[in-house]
């Protein structure tokens, strides 16, 4: 896991991004903190890249793809809208031209996730049968099938309840399940029997699992940010991305942020935004739920405890439900109450202070709520998924993508051929301008 923020005002925007990266293998999880984040998705506009969740595509971490995105694909290529950019980039991953991906690293790759879905499955299903043979010495066929039907059903509904929509159809996931072979996997995994019944619904978990964003399948969230040459205020774009299917590229609806004279500031969290959004709201997000949930528990237990307070208080049915619909009435207007003030008391105070930052403050915004969601893993009892060393840059149209603050691995002094190759291409580029 991990934390960035993204801060724009008319003058510019800030980036900044923490350095943790969880490593799993089974049960074990290791978390280093020395991942880069941030990139500048070209050497010479003002266009940034950040990138959270996975840290890699389909095996391959996100810096040598931005990196040969950016030194080969784009080039000195400019677009005039940072859309453009976005697109531009989206067309590089689905293209193959990293040449790392091909139809079969493709299949190779979700043949595992699937693997790993049934085996999950299969873990719930264990459980269960232990449990039920610990309280009844023995267990049958019929009964276990029963049991795998059941899961195959709850899996599925807690699947449709927590996905994201994808670029992927149904139809394009056909070449890779055939090849799968889902009906041999499951008895591969299972070690028994699969009916027409189970293969079915486990085929529907599959296709949507590939359809969709899932919990199953880990995925990456892509951030582009800054100016086309056309643009004079900045905006970002955001959106996930997970692989490629059947060549075709899935990732998510992309998320756009506009600078305008009628929004002069933005402030976007992306991955833990806790943190972000109690600075934002003036209220913990979880603790906010909490309480709303607890308001609402006891409304609609109002009537119970009218009559509690008041012995030998009767309600026919008709004056239960009319205390009940009063206490639905009390709920919304508190949540409609509390929301509004967030909206019209607490969030336009803390954006415009940001609307008139400069470029220097904006930086320094951006790198605290980081902090603060640093902090708050810290000292908690909670996995410490956000820390390290936290990379800042800041992107303005007049003086490009500048770095505030970024780890580095190396000594510039003892590095002088890559100082003088990366001022060379520099020079290159102002060459085939002045042309």
């Not at 996931?173 to 019944?197: A, E, G, M, P, W």
């Not at 205390?323 to 009435?329: A, C, N, P, S």
């Not at 902090?371 to 820390?387: A, C, P, W, Y």
Request: charged letters at 25%; proline letters at 3%.
């Amino acid at each position: 896991m991990t934390a960035e923020v993204i801060v724009m005002n008319k003058i510019g925007i800030a980036m900044a991004a923490d350095s943790a990266v969880t490593m799993s293998l089974g049960a074990h999880k290791k978390i280093y903190n020395t991942t880069d984040k941030i990139f500048a998705l070209s050497r010479f506009e003002p266009v940034g890249f950040m990138c959270f969740g996975n840290a890699a595509f389909m095996g391959m971490p996100w810096e040598p793809i931005v990196k040969v995105y950016r030194d080969r694909f784009l080039g000195s290529e400019k677009f005039h809208s940072l859309k453009e950019y976005t697109m531009h980039f989206i067309k590089y991953l689905k293209s193959g031209y990293h040449t790392f991906i091909n139809d079969k690293a493709s299949h190779e790759y979700y043949k595992v996730q699937l693997d790993n879905i049934i085996h999950a499955l299969k873990k719930i299903t264990n459980d269960q049968v232990d449990k039920y043979i610990k309280e009844n010495g023995k267990i049958g066929k019929k009964k276990i099938r029963g049991i795998i039907l059941e899961n195959l059903d709850r899996f599925y509904a807690d699947l449709v309840k927590s996905s994201i929509d994808s670029s992927i159809t149904k139809a394009d996931t056909r070449t890779l399940l055939d090849d799968y072979n889902v009906h041999q996997s499951f008895i591969n995994i299972f070690r028994c029997s699969c009916s027409v019944k189970m293969e079915s619904k486990l085929k529907r978990i599959l296709i949507h699992t590939l359809t969709h964003f899932t919990n199953f399948i880990t995925y990456s969230g892509i951030v582009v940010a800054g100016y086309g040459t056309e643009e004079m205020l900045p905006c970002s774009d955001s959106f996930l991305v997970e692989g490629i299917i059947a060549g075709k590229l899935k990732h998510g609806k992309i998320e756009s942020a506009q600078i305008d004279l009628n929004t002069p500031a933005q402030l976007r969290p992306f991955a833990q935004s806790d943190m972000v959004r109690a600075v934002m709201e003036g209220i913990d997000p979880n603790l906010d739920d909490v309480m709303k949930r607890v308001l609402s528990g006891l409304l609609k237990k109002l009537y119970l405890e009218i009559g509690e307070a008041c012995p030998g208080t009767t309600f026919g049915k008709n004056d239960g439900e009319a205390i009940q619909e009063l206490g639905r009435k009390i709920y919304d207007k508190f949540v409609i109450a509390t929301d509004k003030y967030k909206q019209t008391r607490i969030i336009p105070r803390i954006m415009t202070a940001v609307s008139a930052l400069p470029k220097s403050e904006l930086a320094v915004m951006a790198e605290t709520l980081v902090n603060l969601t640093s902090f708050k893993r810290k000292f908690s009892i909670d996995m410490e998924t956000v820390g390290g060393p936290i990379d800042v840059a800041v992107l303005s149209k007049g003086d490009g993508f500048v770095w505030v603050k970024r780890k580095q691995y190396f000594d510039s002094a003892l590095n002088y051929q890559y100082m003088t190759n990366h001022l060379r291409g520099c020079m290159e580029y102002e060459e085939n301008q002045e042309k």
